[in-house]
Structures are given as structure tokens and as C-alpha cells.
């Protein structure tokens, strides 16, 4: 899941010619995993369907998503489950 928010994340910005400063971070606590993308680019000009299915993902698993901008121009902010993320990587549901 949290592959799949990065992805997701990193494919929505639009990057120029020149390279973009650009920060990922996961923080792993007791009970969360906060995972976060800042980076410089402008937003692509896309249909936003991408951020309504990280958000949407997320939430499935009791998580939250927010995209948008902030930071250094463009954020994502992911907070997934734990317990949830080690069930479904072991298969059970």
C-alpha cells in the first residue's frame, strides 16, 4: 500500500526539463506509518483521478491521504494503519 501512495505521488507531478528538489519520507511509529511527499514541481494538469484513488486506497484500510498544495509546492500526506498493512502483506483480509 504505501508503494502504491508513492507511485502514485511521484507519477501525478509534472516535472520539468531541468531536475526538481523533491523529498520522500516514511516515519514508522507503533500504530502508523506516515508517509510523505513534498516537492517543488507544479501539479500536473491531469484529471485528479489519481489522487481520489490514493485517497480512496487509504481509507479502505483506515488510513488517510491528503494532496495538494503545500510544502515546497506541491504535498502528499499519507497515514496507514500498521496492523492493517501487516495483514494485508501476509494475505489475510
Known sequence: MKV???????????????????????????????LTVDSAAEPGSGSGLGIVSMRERAESIGGSCQAGPGGSGWLVDAV?????SRRLEKGVT
Open 4 to 34: 502504491f501512495l508513492l507511485v502514485g505521488a511521484l507519477r501525478g507531478l509534472k516535472f520539468s526539463v531541468e531536475p526538481v528538489p523533491l523529498a520522500v519520507t516514511l516515519a514508522v511509529g507503533p500504530a502508523n506509518a506516515l
Open 80 to 84: 496507514l494503519p500498521l496492523a492493517v
